[in-house]
């Protein structure tokens, strides 16, 4: 080997280790960066038989992947779980005590307690409080149901300008990933900064992933609507800003494309978006249809009717247009608008005894005509009223014949039963994204050891250059005094 080609290697170790030196380094800053993948810089022959470095990333497109999914689905569960614990929590809790079923309990046995002793007006009192914490709970709860779904719609706004402006800044990104892989450049940041907002989109809708040439990303949701190709697909949706029982809300479009609601409480959504339209949409709606329904058996249960039996009218609990909703059939907003009749409420100037002698609609609804303290033959109806199989609407969800008290505790039931579900599903859920993480991780994040090793291996590397380069310097100056 002459002077001269070994002068030639040693600067190209000097070159290559440099390069090499120069990637350890970025990879070691880079520790604990979950959105960084490690790089490595391999020592290459060119066609002309020198070597160089060519810096390599550790991609894992299949794990990434997996990984934007399994995002999707913990997100969509996450979100179903927190809006079905708010309903719960509105509830009471695990012991449900601020629940219109316990209230209906109280309800009952002060009923029971008044047609033990009739003439006590004081037990009459206990009745008409007990009802007015019976109307109070049906209210609240509409409140929170409601409250629920215009929270929902609220983040559904926020998440769709979140994601509009991820798909703007991935179509820059991307672009330049398209650019600088066509030119030989090295696009490994922005590829880095591609995947993090991959799945920053995957958290908020379910993504699936397609590559073309050049590095170009195409996106499409989980359901096949286009998100992104080329340039991003748009995102509308309108926002809702009061809810009743009455308004439905605006949908999502991607593309055109309305976004589906997830289903179940292990729910088969992806991303945040299907599992807000779900708890807005479907959760809510179906919850506030029972406390309907339960709202319009307690007006049938206590209603009065007239001498002859017919024309029922409110009784003790009553709503603004004074009359009898359909059996069977879901009023819309019932719940947010039963009250105790004015009638029986002694702060209101009303008489409570009426609830034991009838006549809330007046002298014709009256059916203690002989005046008898010891009147019970209507308070023991109401009492039967209350455990009466009666009719319920199939939009409820529940069984559609049912008494009112077991109707009051099968809601309940649906709402655990349905948090249960979702409980069970995002812990199962939430392991198998970590379990995916920590696979991708174990792929593409940097090593500290590793890195380590590796910085090792250069700096032997360059020891042998410096040698090389000290051993020729030896041979020239040996040359030089030679040559006088």
């Known amino acids: 080997m002459s002077l001269a080609s070994s002068l030639n290697t040693a600067n190209s170790i000097f070159r290559n280790t440099s390069q090499q030196t120069a990637v350890v380094s970025t ?24 070597s160089t470095t060519q810096n390599e990333r550790s991609q894992q497109m299949a794990l990434l992947r997996q990984l934007s999914s399994s995002t999707s689905q913990q997100s969509a569960q996450t979100n179903l779980l927190d809006g079905l614990t708010s309903l719960s929590d509105a509830l009471g809790g695990n012991d449900y005590e601020l629940s219109t079923s316990t209230f209906m309990a109280n309800l009952q046995s002060s009923l029971q307690s008044f047609a033990a002793a009739p003439g006590e007006s004081a037990l009459a009192s206990t009745v008409v409080t007990d009802a007015i914490d019976v109307a109070n709970s049906l209210n609240d709860a509409t409140k929170s149901t409601q409250a629920l779904r215009a929270e929902s719609d609220a983040q559904i706004y926020e998440q769709v300008q979140s994601l509009n402006k991820l798909l703007a800044e991935f179509k820059t990104v991307n672009d330049t990933v398209v650019r600088m892989t066509a030119t030989g450049g090295d696009a490994s940041d922005y590829l880095d ?7 920053e989109i995957s958290d908020i809708v379910g993504v699936s992933v397609n590559m073309r040439t050049n590095s170009d990303m195409v996106l499409y949701t989980s359901d096949g609507t286009t998100l992104f190709e080329t340039d991003p697909r748009e995102v509308s949706f309108v926002r809702t800003y009061t809810y009743d029982a009455t ?8 593309d055109g494309t309305a976004v589906k609601a997830g289903v179940g409480g292990n729910t088969d959504g992806e991303g945040s978006l299907a599992a807000l339209v779900q708890l807005r949409d479907v959760v809510a709606p179906t919850f506030q249809n029972q406390l309907d329904e339960v709202a319009r058996g307690l007006i049938e249960a206590f209603q009065e009717t007239d001498a002859s039996g017919l024309n029922p009218l409110p009784g003790l609990f009553t709503w603004p247009t004074g009359t009898v909703p359909t059996t069977g059939t879901v009023q819309p907003g019932l719940a947010a608008l039963i009250k105790v009749n004015d009638a029986v409420r002694s702060d209101a100037g009303g008489d409570p005894t009426l609830i034991r002698d009838g006549g809330i609609n007046g002298a014709a609804y009256v059916k203690n005509t002989a005046g008898s303290s010891g009147y019970t033959e209507l308070i023991n109806a109401y009492v039967d009223q209350l455990s009466a199989d009666r009719a319920f609407s199939a939009d409820a969800d529940l069984k559609t014949t049912s008494s009112l008290l077991s109707f009051a505790s099968n809601s309940i039931g649906w709402l655990e039963e349905l948090r249960s579900n979702a409980t069970a599903a995002e812990e199962n859920k939430a392991a198998l994204y970590e379990r995916t993480f920590q696979t991708y991780s174990s792929k593409t994040a940097v090593s500290l050891d590793e890195e380590l090793s590796l910085l090792l291996d250069v700096e032997q590397s360059y020891k042998a250059a410096a040698k090389l380069v000290s051993t020729v310097d030896e041979m020239l100056a040996a040359v030089l005094e030679m040559a006088g």
């Open 193 to 199: 900064r591609r995947d993090t907002l991959l799945k």
């Open 27 to 50: 990879n070691i800053a880079n520790d604990g960066n979950e959105n960084y993948v490690r790089r490595q810089s391999v020592v290459v022959q060119t066609i002309y038989g020198a």
């Open 247 to 254: 308004v439905t809300g605006n949908s999502i479009f991607i």
